[in-house]
């Protein structure tokens, strides 16, 4: 947050330099200015230096600000000018406040003078210090005009296009013996002497404009909602990308939504983009009236008074960096950066995670439900067990179990922030049952016609050798499903791409799964070849023939499935806010 604009009776100055450094210069009409020239400028910096409770310090070579940003920004004004904040503050001693609020939109700080008087110094929403002002200087004290009125109100509708967020400043001079130990409102923030205003612009971070396409992308609808006045907000949700063209449904204010009842809010709220000037209370009614649209609502705060529109959220996010601790108890989520790019990385984290789940899911399921298969059917039949204990063991830990594993860590795929955002009440099995159920039954075929063919053909060969047909059978139904499992284990990459479509990255781009595949296979063949685990396995070496006949079943894990099984995305078109 930097002031950039100040605009006084005496006219309008623009100030240099950026972030919290305190360094720049006050240019008027491209010369420069000498603040301590300019008494007005001055007064200016210095009621809101004082009506201030931010500090910025050189931290690690850095300049930070602690505490609001934007009372930051005056402090770093006010050290441009050379007016040394924290001796000015030691110099008017502060003896009593009133705080912000945001119905009354101004804060009132009041002050002893070296000379011993006291003077309320007031800061707050350019309209709401005009309204409460009959005065202004200029130069010297005067009455505040209509021209003068309106001339200020067009200032700050020009900084506020400009993507400026414009405060009002003021002060009124106090009787000496004043109680300031009772403040009234009515009375101190009445009949105010109007200095003039301060134009600050807070730039959207550069991540910012690429995360808000992202999100929008994803099906995730972002709205801007903001303290600001509407010109303000309009402008800098048309610079992030929130809002293209401003209508009459796209922008809502605070005093719109009070007078709205909560179906007319519920009718009003699917078309709106952008809310300003509205208060915590009005955030609490925005995210439930979403809610009550079965919208997925993430709502976003820093102030103790966010604390309830947190919680009437699904998902409360509080501010890391200028959060309150109230705040941050009450939400689901703290942002350490304050960033909201931020947040769009996390969806796209956790549906690189849900995915990778469902992708192990399907892996697994899909070969137990086929080895399921396959010993029922056979035991129907009369025909001998195609797996042995020891078989089962090896498939789900070795064959099934090291691919699965390098599929949860799968590269994410690059179009994952593409697609609409499921239902989070969907059960996981129902999206793939038709996957595992079809992939199971072609792997059975797979495996059965082999391991039948064998079966019949060794005994007629042996002339009816049923031990050793039992034996062949069954460790050509054992290589069949280790072969189909580890080319499935492919297919299962992406449930919207065939793995020929995704070029040889598809083939490498999971290193480990490719590490696990071979390995499988190694270790799979050391099994059919080496006299000592034909033993441990209970298998025989089986001839070429035999071996091609597992190739050619497991091929169907690709001329199958993914051309017909591989089911479309399913999802309820539910949108984050």
Same mark, same amino acid.
């Given at each position: 947050?930097?002031?950039?604009?100040?605009?006084?009776?005496?006219g309008?100055?623009?100030v240099?330099?950026?972030?919290?450094?305190p360094?720049?210069?006050?240019?008027e009409?491209? #010369?420069?200015?000498?603040?301590?020239?300019?008494?007005?400028?001055?007064?200016l910096l210095?009621?809101?230096?004082?009506?201030?409770d931010?500090?910025i310090?050189?931290?690690?070579?850095n /300049?930070?600000?602690?505490?609001?940003?934007?009372e930051?920004?005056?402090v770093?004004?006010?050290?441009?000018?050379?007016?040394?904040?924290?001796?000015?503050?030691?110099?008017?001693?502060? %003896?009593?406040?009133?705080?912000?609020?945001s119905?009354?939109k101004?804060m009132?700080? %009041?002050?002893?003078?070296?000379?011993?008087?006291?003077?309320?110094?007031?800061?707050?929403?350019?309209?709401m %210090?005009l309204?409460?002002?009959?005065?202004?200087?200029d130069?010297?004290?005067?009455? &505040?005009?209509?021209?003068?009125?309106?001339?200020?109100? +067009?200032? @700050?509708?020009?900084?506020?296009?400009?993507?400026l967020?414009?405060l009002g400043?003021?002060y009124?001079?106090l009787?000496?013996?004043y109680?300031?130990?009772a403040?009234?409102v !009515?009375?101190?923030?009445?009949? &105010?002497?109007? %200095?003039?205003?301060?134009?600050?612009?807070?730039? +959207?971070?550069?991540?910012v404009?690429?995360?808000i396409k @992202?999100?929008?992308?994803?099906?995730?609808?972002?709205? @801007?909602?903001?303290?600001?006045?509407?010109?303000?907000?309009?402008?800098i949700?048309?610079?992030?990308?929130?809002?293209?063209?401003?209508?009459?449904?796209?922008?809502? #204010?605070?005093?719109?939504?009070?007078?709205?009842t909560? $179906?007319?809010?519920d009718?009003?709220?699917?078309?709106?983009?952008?809310?300003?000037?509205?208060?915590?209370?009005?955030?609490? =009614?925005?995210?439930l009236? &979403?809610? =009550?649209?079965?919208?997925?609502?993430? @709502?976003?705060?820093?102030?103790v008074?966010? +604390?309830?529109?947190?919680?009437?959220?699904d998902?409360?996010?509080?501010?890391?960096?200028?959060g309150? $601790?109230?705040?941050?108890?009450a939400s689901?989520?703290v942002?350490?950066?304050?960033n909201?790019?931020?947040?769009?990385?996390?969806?796209?984290?956790?549906r690189?995670?849900?995915?990778?789940?469902t992708?192990?899911?399907?892996?697994?399921?899909?070969?137990?439900?086929d080895?399921?298969l396959?010993?029922?059917?056979?035991?129907v &039949?009369?025909?001998?067990v195609?797996?042995?204990?020891i078989?089962?063991? /090896?498939?789900?830990?070795?064959?099934?179990?090291?691919p699965?594993?390098?599929?949860?860590?799968d590269?994410p795929?690059?179009?994952?922030m593409k697609?609409?955002?499921?239902?989070?009440? #969907?059960?996981?099995?129902?999206?793939f /049952?038709?996957?595992?159920? *079809?992939?199971?039954?072609?792997?059975?075929?797979?495996d059965?016609?082999?391991?039948?063919w064998?079966?019949? !053909?060794?005994?007629?060969?042996?002339?009816?050798?049923?031990e050793l047909?039992?034996?062949?059978?069954?460790?050509?139904?054992?290589?069949?499903?280790?072969?189909?499992e580890?080319l499935? +284990?492919y297919?299962?990459r992406?449930?919207?791409k065939h793995?020929?479509?995704?070029?040889?990255?598809? /083939?490498?781009?999971?290193?480990?799964?490719?590490?696990?595949?071979v390995?499988?296979?190694?270790?799979?063949?050391?099994?059919?070849?080496?006299?000592?685990?034909?033993?441990? *396995?209970?298998?025989?070496?089986?001839?070429g023939f035999?071996?091609?006949?597992?190739?050619l079943?497991?091929?169907?894990?690709?001329l199958?499935?993914?051309?017909r099984?591989?089911?479309?995305r399913?999802?309820?078109?539910? =949108?984050?806010?």
């Amino acid at each position: 947050m930097t002031v950039t604009r100040i605009h006084s009776a005496n006219g309008t100055i623009e100030v240099t330099g950026a972030g919290y450094q305190p360094e720049g210069e006050f240019m008027e009409k491209g #010369e420069k200015v000498n603040p301590v020239d300019a008494p007005q400028l001055e007064q200016l910096l210095r009621i809101s230096a004082l009506n201030n409770d931010s500090t910025i310090q050189l931290n690690n070579g850095n /300049w930070v600000c602690f505490g609001d940003p934007t009372e930051g920004a005056f402090v770093v004004a006010a050290e441009k000018a050379g007016i040394p904040v924290k001796a000015l503050k030691e110099e008017y001693p502060r %003896v009593s406040e009133i705080p912000f609020d945001s119905t009354r939109k101004r804060m009132t700080t %009041v002050h002893r003078t070296p000379e011993g008087n006291l003077v309320a110094y007031v800061k707050g929403a350019s309209e709401m %210090v005009l309204e409460r002002s009959t005065m202004i200087l200029d130069g010297e004290v005067r009455d &505040l005009t209509q021209k003068d009125i309106d001339e200020n109100l +067009a200032v @700050m509708q020009g900084m506020a296009e400009d993507a400026l967020r414009v405060l009002g400043m003021a002060y009124k001079e106090l009787p000496d013996d004043y109680d300031v130990s009772a403040l009234e409102v !009515d009375e101190v923030e009445a009949d &105010l002497v109007f %200095v003039g205003l301060m134009g600050m612009i807070d730039p +959207a971070r550069e991540e910012v404009p690429a995360a808000i396409k @992202m999100a929008a992308e994803a099906g995730i609808r972002s709205v @801007m909602v903001t303290g600001d006045h509407r010109i303000t907000a309009v402008a800098i949700a048309k610079q992030i990308g929130i809002l293209r063209e401003e209508t009459d449904l796209s922008v809502l #204010e605070g005093i719109e939504i009070e007078a709205l009842t909560d $179906d007319q809010l519920d009718d009003t709220i699917e078309n709106v983009r952008v809310c300003a000037r509205v208060s915590p209370e009005h955030k609490m =009614r925005i995210a439930l009236s &979403l809610k =009550r649209l079965n919208h997925i609502v993430a @709502m976003t705060g820093d102030g103790v008074n966010d +604390a309830p529109a947190l919680k009437a959220a699904d998902i409360g996010v509080a501010m890391g960096i200028k959060g309150t $601790d109230v705040t941050k108890e009450a939400s689901d989520m703290v942002l350490e950066d304050d960033n909201f790019a931020t947040i769009v990385h996390a969806i796209k984290g956790g549906r690189e995670i849900y995915t990778n789940v469902t992708k192990y899911i399907r892996l697994m399921l899909a070969a137990n439900f086929d080895e399921f298969l396959e010993i029922t059917v056979t035991a129907v &039949l009369g025909l001998p067990v195609p797996f042995l204990p020891i078989h089962i063991l /090896w498939i789900n830990l070795v064959t099934d179990g090291l691919p699965a594993l390098a599929l949860s860590i799968d590269p994410p795929d690059p179009d994952i922030m593409k697609y609409p955002p499921r239902d989070p009440k #969907e059960d996981i099995l129902k999206r793939f /049952w038709r996957f595992i159920v *079809f992939a199971a039954l072609v792997d059975f075929i797979s495996d059965f016609i082999p391991f039948f063919w064998v079966y019949i !053909d060794t005994i007629a060969k042996t002339g009816g050798d049923f031990e050793l047909a039992a034996a062949t059978a069954r460790t050509v139904a054992f290589t069949s499903i280790v072969f189909f499992e580890f080319l499935l +284990a492919y297919q299962c990459r992406s449930e919207t791409k065939h793995i020929f479509q995704m070029g040889l990255e598809g /083939w490498t781009a999971n290193k480990m799964l490719f590490i696990s595949v071979v390995v499988g296979l190694g270790l799979q063949f050391m099994i059919l070849y080496i006299p000592a685990f034909n033993v441990i *396995f209970h298998v025989v070496p089986l001839t070429g023939f035999q071996l091609l006949l597992c190739f050619l079943g497991s091929l169907t894990a690709f001329l199958i499935v993914p051309q017909r099984l591989i089911p479309k995305r399913q999802y309820v078109e539910h =949108r984050r806010v």
